[in-house]
């Protein structure tokens, strides 16, 4: 039977958890393994009606490849969870697996107290790492081989999630700032069911009509926390970029465009999110005025994003090593100003 992974019948890993960690973490990171095409085995989406549980359990762990394992209170208490770790446990032994455990809702000395061996691993911490995050590390170690395996599927689907992000993240940047409170539709239509096309012209035309931003919008229009909102979705992409190249990586090590593309979008997201950053540690209060170059260089990052989002596009020549990627929207859009930042 095909299985999410595009047909791959092995588990990349094996989800070992208590049953009350189930709907917080286990579910959550078997969807985000699942989008950066990752095949985890969980037991609510392995195990049928009427199905031997110990059975599913002992197939899924000859199968696996690793084994992610979710170490709380609940999960030291419970029989199959520990008779899970013993299988995991002896293929670890044998070097068959690789181990993944995050700690989830208990200290370490808790789990040294119960395991001392796994006390002493190197664990990823739920309060520290979100589970997207956690999912890009399993994927950087295990994806590798399996773009090797099966690089068609893999690369043409992470390609696709790329495009899909970064288009919605342009939608939404045109939707949200054209629509702002203050602004309420001046600079364009309503917003409503805007289409891709509409808001990839928008963008570009204020970029363009650069006055209309710095000009236009003197300081005080927005607060840092009205707009870095609409940030947040260029820091999403930027994971998005981080997660794509851990995945496909040794796959687009010989491309052009398309890696140089990748790479310099998600460069550009996190400097200007630097400067973000800076701008909120030295003011302290969301609520501080920013100056227009913010404004305009907010465009600027979308204006980049859509010139990725050609890059992704042109498939006839993304694969050329010689061919230009992002090179017609570079750095000298964005604007500098003491108020703002002088990183650039």
Known sequence: MLNRSGGR??????ICH???????????????????????????SEIRLGQSIRQKIDEGLTNCRSATVILSRPFFSKNWTQ?????IVGRQMQGEILLFPIQHGIAIEEISNYSPSLGGLSLWSSSDYSVEKIAAEIAGQLIPDMGRSNPPHLVEWSIDRLRNKARNTIV?????????????GEYGPHPKNL???EARDWVLRMVRERYVVLDGYPDGMDSYGSLHWIFKDFEELATYCTQTIRTIGSALIESGALLRAITEIEECINCEKGVWDEFRIRTGDPRTPLPGEAHYN??????RTVRFIEVLDDKEHYWDPDHAALSPYNRPLFQRSEKWGDWR
């Open 172 to 184: 939404n940047t045109a939707e949200q700032w054209q629509w702002h409170p203050r602004r309420k």
């Open 18 to 44: 208590a049953s009350e960690d189930k709907d917080f973490m286990a579910r959550p990171l078997h969807q985000a393994l699942a989008e950066v095409g990752v095949y985890a085995w969980l037991d609510e």
């Open 195 to 197: 289409k891709y096309d």
């Open 9 to 14: 019948n092995h588990p990349d890993t094996f």
């Open 83 to 87: 008779y899970e770790m013993d299988g």
């Open 298 to 303: 907010l465009l600027s990052v979308a204006a």
